[in-house]
């Protein structure tokens, strides 16, 4: 059983940065693909960003590369995602999520545990 508490959203003005973290409860945290979805009011949620075990592979979405950064500390049980150059179209309910299979890392079923989410909002 893994739990996962998000935390570092907020407001932000169009062009600022936010950090999100994610911790994670467990001794097994670093078998763990992680990801990162989004969820805007009257959208499915969508993935944003995904590293594997050892971070040394990272995924993006298109409309977050060279914007958004998603790292680990396995020693810490945590993964963060630096948001540079917010848009109003990033903001979210931003949910981290782990899964053990790497199979399809931006397919939400295929991940196993998910956190509560943290508002992010982008004003323009």
């Known amino acids: 059983q893994v739990q996962l508490v998000e935390s570092g959203g907020g407001l932000v003005q169009a062009g600022g940065s936010l950090r999100l973290s994610c911790a994670a409860s467990g001794r097994t945290f670093s078998r763990y693909t992680m990801g990162w979805f989004r969820q805007a009011p009257g959208k499915e949620r969508e993935f944003v960003t995904a590293?594997?075990?050892?971070?040394?592979?990272?995924y993006y979405t298109n409309s977050v590369k060279g914007r958004f950064t998603i790292s680990r500390d396995n020693a810490k049980n945590t993964v963060y995602l630096q948001m540079n150059s917010l848009k109003p179209e990033d903001t979210a309910v931003y949910y981290c999520?782990?899964?053990?299979?790497?199979?399809?890392?931006?397919?939400?079923?295929?991940?196993?545990?998910w956190g509560q989410g943290t508002q992010v909002t982008v004003s323009s």
């Open positions: 999520a782990a899964a053990l299979s790497t199979t399809y890392v931006s397919k939400p079923e295929s991940y196993d545990y």
């Open positions: 590293i594997n075990w050892s971070g040394s592979s990272t």
